[in-house]
C-alpha cells in the first residue's frame, strides 16, 4: 500500500477528530453561556436589640398614676380603675365645660361679670361648711378668667358656683352641660354632681382622671391659671396656689382637692420629666395622686413618684443612618447592600425592647433594581413601629463570559469554586 491513501486517512481523521472537537467545545460554550444564573439569596445580618430595663416608681398609698401627656401609654399606677371621690378637682370640668360654651381667645379677660348679693351669700354658705372661699366684692366687676383663676388658684367654691350660674342659669343646667360634656369628650365614666367637687357624688377612676388631665393641660387658660404661684385680683385678695408641690421636680401645674378624712387629700397634676440627652426636649405628662392625709403629704408623694419616673426615662438609639440590613455577594464578584437611610432614635421609659424586621427578595443575575421597591425594613419598640427608609449600595452586573464559561467545570469539580485557590 502506498503512503498516500495512508496519509489521507490520517487527514481524515485528523479533520474529523477537530470537527468533533470543536462541535464539542461549541456545544459546551452554548450550553455554558446558556445555563441558569445562580439565585442569589440575601444575607441578613443579627440585629443588635435595645433592651433597657422595668421602670422602678415608687407609688404612694391609695390610688395613683402617671402617664405620658400624649397617646395614652400609662408609666406606672396603682388602682387605676377604681373609683375615687374628686373633691375640687370637680373645678377643673367646671372650667373646662364653661370654657366650651363661653370661650375665651387668646389673652382676653372674657366678659366682665358682675359680683351680686346672691354671690356674697354663696361665700357665706361655704363659710359655714367649712370650704374653700374667697371674699365677694357686691358690685364689683371681675372677669371670667379672673373667676376661673380664683376658682383653680384659690380653690374658691363660691366663685365655682358663680361662674357655674353665670354661664348656664343654674346648678341644674351646668350639670346637664357638664354631663353633655363629658360624653362627648370620651369622659363618660366621670361622675358630676355640683361645680365645686363639695359632693361626695363626684367620682372618676384615676384613668379617666388622667384622660381630663391630658385636656386641661391642653386648654390655655385652664393651664395658665393652673400655673399660676399667686394670684391677686384687686378687691378680693392675694391667694397663693393651693398646689404646694407646683414649681418642684418638673411640676407644672392643675389642681388640688381636698375633702375631710374620708377622702382626704387629692392632686390632678401635670408635668415634665428631665430626659438623659441634653439636645432632647423635657417629656410631658400627667399624673395623679388621691386619698393622702393632707397637701403636704401630697406634694412630697408627687415630688418622689416624678423623681423616681424621671430615673427611668431614656435616651436610645434604634439603628444608625448606614447600619447593614441585608447584603448580597454574586459567585462573580459584584455585590449590593441594602443600608439605613436614617438613624432612629427615642425616649423610651422602662422595659422596652426592639425587634427589626427585614424583608428582602432573592435575585436572579442583575435584577437588583428590584430591591428599591421590595426591600421592607421595619422598627418596632415600646409599642410603636416605623418602617425605615433605606438606601441601595453597589450593584451586580450579568455575570461576564470568561465567568459563564468556567463555571460547569467548577460545578463538576475539575475547577475549584470561585474564590478558592
Request: charged content about 20%.
Amino acid at each position: 500500500m502506498s503512503s498516500t491513501p495512508r496519509r489521507a486517512r490520517v487527514r481524515l481523521i485528523g479533520t474529523v477528530v477537530s470537527l468533533v472537537t470543536a462541535l464539542a467545545l461549541g456545544s459546551y460554550a452554548v450550553l455554558a453561556v446558556l445555563a441558569p444564573v445562580p439565585i442569589l439569596s440575601p444575607v441578613i445580618p443579627a440585629y443588635d436589640v435595645v433592651e433597657t430595663p422595668p421602670g422602678t416608681v415608687t407609688l404612694p398609698t391609695g390610688a395613683a398614676a402617671i402617664a405620658l401627656a400624649e397617646g395614652d401609654q400609662v408609666l406606672a399606677a396603682r388602682n387605676l380603675d377604681e373609683p375615687r371621690v374628686l373633691a375640687s378637682i370637680t373645678k377643673l370640668v367646671t372650667a373646662l365645660v364653661v370654657l366650651d360654651a363661653r370661650p375665651i381667645d387668646g389673652d382676653a379677660e372674657g366678659p366682665g361679670i358682675t359680683l351680686t348679693a346672691a354671690d356674697a351669700r354663696l361665700a357665706q354658705s361655704y363659710i359655714a361648711m367649712g370650704g374653700s372661699f374667697a371674699p365677694v366684692p357686691v358690685g364689683a366687676v371681675l372677669t371670667q378668667r379672673q373667676i376661673i383663676e380664683l376658682m383653680i388658684v384659690r380653690s374658691a367654691n363660691n366663685y365655682a358656683d358663680t361662674l357655674a350660674i353665670w354661664a348656664f342659669g343654674s346648678i341644674d343646667d351646668y350639670r346637664r352641660a357638664a354631663r353633655e360634656w363629658l360624653d362627648r369628650v370620651g369622659l363618660e365614666r366621670i361622675t358630676i354632681a355640683d361645680a365645686t367637687g363639695f359632693s361626695l357624688d363626684n367620682r372618676a377612676t384615676p384613668r379617666d382622671l388622667l384622660a381630663l388631665a391630658r385636656i386641661a393641660a391642653t386648654n390655655p387658660v385652664v393651664a395658665a391659671a393652673a400655673a399660676m404661684p399667686r394670684l391677686a385680683v384687686d378687691g378680693v385678695g392675694v391667694f397663693e396656689n393651693t398646689n404646694r408641690a407646683l414649681g418642684t421636680a418638673g411640676i407644672t401645674g392643675l389642681k388640688t382637692g381636698t375633702l375631710g378624712p374620708a377622702v382626704g387629700a387629692n392632686l390632678l397634676f401635670s408635668g415634665v420629666l428631665p430626659t438623659d440627652a441634653s439636645d432632647a426636649e423635657p417629656v410631658p405628662v400627667v399624673g395623679v395622686v388621691l386619698g393622702q392625709p393632707d397637701q403636704a403629704a401630697v406634694a412630697t408623694a408627687v415630688q418622689t413618684l416624678m423623681t423616681t419616673a424621671a430615673d427611668d426615662l431614656r435616651t436610645v438609639t434604634l439603628i444608625e443612618e448606614g447600619e447593614l440590613l441585608a447584603s448580597y455577594q454574586a459567585p462573580w464578584g459584584d455585590t449590593v447592600e441594602v443600608r439605613s437611610r436614617v438613624t432612629v432614635t427615642d425616649q423610651v421609659w422602662g422595659a422596652v425592647r426592639s425587634r427589626l424586621a427585614v424583608s428582602a427578595p432573592t435575585l436572579t443575575g442583575a435584577d437588583d433594581e428590584r430591591l428599591d421597591r421590595e426591600v421592607t425594613a421595619v422598627m418596632r419598640w415600646g409599642g410603636r413601629t416605623e418602617r425605615l427608609a433605606v438606601e441601595i449600595v453597589g450593584g451586580i452586573d450579568p455575570p461576564p463570559l470568561d465567568w459563564r464559561l468556567l463555571q460547569p467545570l467548577r460545578d463538576g469539580g475539575i475547577l475549584p469554586p470561585t474564590g478558592t485557590r
